[in-house]
């Protein structure tokens, strides 16, 4: 099969688990681009890449015409960079958050259906052995139906750096995962929120860095996300805790463990009998940033739509959005996309 061609554009910190990834599924990287030139010429070298090193995105697209071009850049630059090269003819895969605003999202959106080419947002906590057995064991009605997600995030995370300097860390850095996560796994959307964001007592962030929402989801489902990068001791997984109820059971993710469950098995007592539910078998075979990269390449070899295709993808961002905007005004608020 022809070797699909691309462009990486932004090599910084994570980069390097991308072109791993584009090197195991012999895509052909004919350039890495970075306003900084030193580090695409450092990631070349560092990978072994038979690509140009360059600082200009639009010579670089008007001369390999690649099919697809990684936006790796940080969200500030996302929208210029995959408008620029939706424009140019390719097709995009950008890491997340899709957007530093909801005005440049919807902007580039508009600019993926005006162009024809697939726009879509790598969210790698998607590809993950677990939470596809988690995702499989709610949506497959085991548990009945849905009606209550909870998600905990406690971290004590000394950064350093830009997010120790950001109005809302949590919510506009790291929310994204778990918001796009919590619509994973239950295919529910979003319908409006409550949040309210603060900082604690000693927190060495400036901005607001721990929240608690609470999200009305379709179908009446009740998704409430409680998180802080300022908590020491005790820390959740990164993935965060989870526990999902239905009118038939009660499901547990946590620590990265196996998720596990119980049912009711019988009509009787005060407290009704249970029995012990368990996760299909795995059935992953490509991890974070591979996983993105195998829903970019099937649909350019067979036209399927990657599950994170920019208008679904618009939903988790607004999310993120709506969070903020309810907790500024104090308070509940619809999440809107467009
Ligand atoms: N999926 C995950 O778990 C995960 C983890 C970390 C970062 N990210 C995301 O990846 C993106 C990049 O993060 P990072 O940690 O690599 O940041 P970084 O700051 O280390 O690297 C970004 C690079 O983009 C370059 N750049 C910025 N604007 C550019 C432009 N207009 N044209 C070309 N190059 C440009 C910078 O010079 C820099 O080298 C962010 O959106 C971030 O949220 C995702």
Redesign the pocket.
Same mark, same amino acid.
């Given at each position: 099969m022809a070797k699909e061609r691309c462009i990486v554009? !932004? &090599? !910084? !910190?994570?980069?390097g688990a991308w072109f791993p990834a584009l090197q195991a599924e012999k895509v052909r990287i004919q350039a890495v681009? %970075? #306003? %900084?030139l030193e580090?695409a010429q450092q990631a070349v070298q560092r990978f072994n890449l038979e690509a140009e090193a360059t600082d200009d #995105?639009a010579a670089a697209l008007d001369k390999y015409q690649p099919d697809f071009v990684v936006d #790796?850049?940080?969200?500030e &630059?996302h929208c &210029?960079?995959t408008c620029a090269a939706l424009q140019a003819g390719c097709h995009v895969i950008g890491?997340?958050?899709m957007a530093a605003s909801m005005a440049e999202a919807r902007r580039m959106v508009r600019t993926a259906e005006e162009t024809g080419r697939m726009y879509m947002v $790598?969210q $790698?906590r998607r590809w993950d052995a677990k939470h596809d057995q988690l995702q499989r064991l709610v949506r497959g009605g085991k548990i009945g139906v849905l009606t209550t997600v909870n998600c905990d995030f406690y971290l004590g995370a000394h950064f350093g750096g830009f997010r120790e300097e950001m109005e809302s860390p949590l919510i506009l850095d790291m929310a994204i995962h778990h918001f796009d996560l919590a619509r994973f796994l239950t295919g529910t959307d979003p319908v409006n929120v409550y949040c309210r964001e603060f900082n604690p007592h000693g927190s060495w962030y400036r901005g607001d860095v721990a929240a608690s929402a609470i999200f009305e989801m379709t179908n009446g489902v009740i998704f409430t996300y409680r998180g802080s990068w300022c908590a020491e001791g005790c820390p959740t997984s990164w993935n965060g805790n989870w526990r999902l109820i239905g009118d038939r059971g009660t499901v547990l993710y946590e620590n990265d463990r196996e998720p596990w469950g119980q049912v009711v098995a019988g009509s009787t007592g005060f407290s009704r009998p249970l029995k012990d539910l368990r996760p299909p078998a795995p059935r992953l075979k490509h991890f974070a940033m591979h996983g993105a990269l195998r829903e970019m390449l099937t649909f350019l070899r067979t036209g399927k739509i990657p599950q994170t295709e920019c208008h679904d993808n618009l939903k988790s961002l607004a999310m993120v959005f709506a969070a903020m905007e309810s907790s500024r005004k104090g308070k509940r608020v619809e999440v809107k996309t467009c």
């Amino acid at each position: 099969m022809a070797k699909e061609r691309c462009i990486v554009v !932004g &090599a !910084g !910190g994570i980069s390097g688990a991308w072109f791993p990834a584009l090197q195991a599924e012999k895509v052909r990287i004919q350039a890495v681009v %970075d #306003l %900084d030139l030193e580090r695409a010429q450092q990631a070349v070298q560092r990978f072994n890449l038979e690509a140009e090193a360059t600082d200009d #995105l639009a010579a670089a697209l008007d001369k390999y015409q690649p099919d697809f071009v990684v936006d #790796l850049t940080v969200p500030e &630059a996302h929208c &210029a960079v995959t408008c620029a090269a939706l424009q140019a003819g390719c097709h995009v895969i950008g890491e997340k958050p899709m957007a530093a605003s909801m005005a440049e999202a919807r902007r580039m959106v508009r600019t993926a259906e005006e162009t024809g080419r697939m726009y879509m947002v $790598s969210q $790698s906590r998607r590809w993950d052995a677990k939470h596809d057995q988690l995702q499989r064991l709610v949506r497959g009605g085991k548990i009945g139906v849905l009606t209550t997600v909870n998600c905990d995030f406690y971290l004590g995370a000394h950064f350093g750096g830009f997010r120790e300097e950001m109005e809302s860390p949590l919510i506009l850095d790291m929310a994204i995962h778990h918001f796009d996560l919590a619509r994973f796994l239950t295919g529910t959307d979003p319908v409006n929120v409550y949040c309210r964001e603060f900082n604690p007592h000693g927190s060495w962030y400036r901005g607001d860095v721990a929240a608690s929402a609470i999200f009305e989801m379709t179908n009446g489902v009740i998704f409430t996300y409680r998180g802080s990068w300022c908590a020491e001791g005790c820390p959740t997984s990164w993935n965060g805790n989870w526990r999902l109820i239905g009118d038939r059971g009660t499901v547990l993710y946590e620590n990265d463990r196996e998720p596990w469950g119980q049912v009711v098995a019988g009509s009787t007592g005060f407290s009704r009998p249970l029995k012990d539910l368990r996760p299909p078998a795995p059935r992953l075979k490509h991890f974070a940033m591979h996983g993105a990269l195998r829903e970019m390449l099937t649909f350019l070899r067979t036209g399927k739509i990657p599950q994170t295709e920019c208008h679904d993808n618009l939903k988790s961002l607004a999310m993120v959005f709506a969070a903020m905007e309810s907790s500024r005004k104090g308070k509940r608020v619809e999440v809107k996309t467009c």
